[in-house]
């Protein structure tokens, strides 16, 4: 399997770093030369394109989209129209029709096509809602799902048009996932997103009620607007006879940055009171390891296409309820 | 002055503490007559009552009213006709047309009224919003407060007719007070209150979003049916340059039980990432001695019934909301 990164900067280390660990040849494209050199010095990697056109038509099997937002139709499209099978960051694309069209373009040129959304294959999170559905808490009554930080973001991250939004539809789309992971399906959501005081255009700050099908209610928090915060759990789960919460001591102390050097994102449950120990596993290494593993099978992704649509359709409901 | 507390039991016990250690004579009513007993032997209390109107008719100057919150409004207003001034367990009422009625007696009979509301009191809060005020974290965008425990209340406060409601007009009603002190006038509220696994009958969870009319969001959550719960800021005020949340490690491990004895709510303010140090006094003295002090003195009550209408028009509002 060759792989070509397509945008080194940013999560395109943490997915180059992936690769190495996994053993995967691969080569990059990035515009910034200071990037492609990184890559060389720090990977050893041969092939480095600073066109895209070259890069995409260079010999790989498959390329991994780390660009923005708005860039992610017509890259991945022209990618799968070349045979390429197609990894790509969150969030698959910023309207539905662009999504759609980026999935269509996978079966019509008969390509594998995933998002890395690596939030899916946290082992904590997942733990979590195993012991809801062994019945561990009885019926859910509430969902509290949030995260806050302060980010000064800058470049085409700062940019509403290339973004398709703000804060949610970029790190707010894992805790969205996180939500509708635990809640499933929603009737509706009341919410608001706004601008706070960070450096981006769009909104950095949202909350929201979600009315869950099952008839349990969902509080969510999103901020890149908040200063000095303290650690909070980032899921809690109440149900008639019991909780789950994340334990926030067992979280890496920076993002992806643990002791152990495993990439993971949530700390381990804490389950009626007791902590609940994890066998913590890389969700980077997973995530890319499961899509390579479903070309080489022809199986299904392990990350489906309908979570991808799910997440950015709850974006837009709450784009759209606006402020 | 002369007191007679109304209902010795529950609350009605912290009161009792607070007459005690401002050296007020008092009475007590309650019709369990272990209650009374409890009150004899422990403050040496002279006069009880088991029969509501021997308690108001006897000598006492003013009446301290801790009964279910549907007999408010006929108790209050019988003790003002007899000339006493009343205070009263928070809700006011369970209508704005009973508080009204209470209110307009208390002008009629020309006798001070006051709802206690503790909450008002607490230094640690006072401090935060004068912190908000001064401000010290700029523009306000979003407030969180919330509370959770497990209670499986028996007896007058698991019923909804006696309750005009569930936990929210309870317990929920402090917390109310505390969004509503810092985030001022909403112009609108989403929310939900619904049935977790409580003993009551009426609603035990409530979420909500509050829009203040300043232009900032409220994210609000108060619940009796979460089980083994994590101990969290009650509130967090994020300003565009700022923030400021309760410190947990300094609010009383128990309910208004600290370490020293003085009685408050919440922990210390957390500005900034600093730890802010309060001057700690009694919630409860200082609420009895504030309406003492305004008889007194013929002077304004130290709480307003316009926060006490203001509160419980916002459950209403909440309640209306439904499920």
Known sequence: MK???????????LHGESYKQLGIEFSVYD?????LEYYRKNYGVKNVFDNIEDALHSDSDMVDIVLPHKMHREISI?????GKHVIMEKPIATTVEEATEIIEASVKNNVKFMVAEQYNFDPSLNKAIKLVNENKIGKVHTIIVRDQREYKKTGWRSKKDQMGGGALIDGGIHYIETILDIGGDYRKIDSYSYHGGS????E????????????SHGMFFYSWAYRDFPRLPSYE???EEGSIYEDVQSRPQEEFKSMTGIRYVYGNPVLNGEKVEIHKEDVFN???????????????????????IRNLKAILDIYRRGD
Chains 1, 2 share one sequence.
């Open 204 to 215: 950095d700050t949202t909350v929201a009620l979600f009315h869950f099908v099952s008839g």
């Open 31 to 35: 515009r910034n030369l200071e990037v």
């Open 3 to 13: 792989v070509t990164l397509i945008g080194g900067n940013g999560f395109g280390k």
């Open 237 to 239: 789960i109440i149900g």
């Open 199 to 202: 450096s981006l255009e769009g």
């Open 286 to 308: 997973l995530e890319i390891k499961g899509f390579i593993d479903s070309i080489k099978s022809n199986t299904e992704v392990p990350y489906s296409h309908n979570k991808a």
């Open 78 to 82: 022209k990618a799968m129209e070349l």
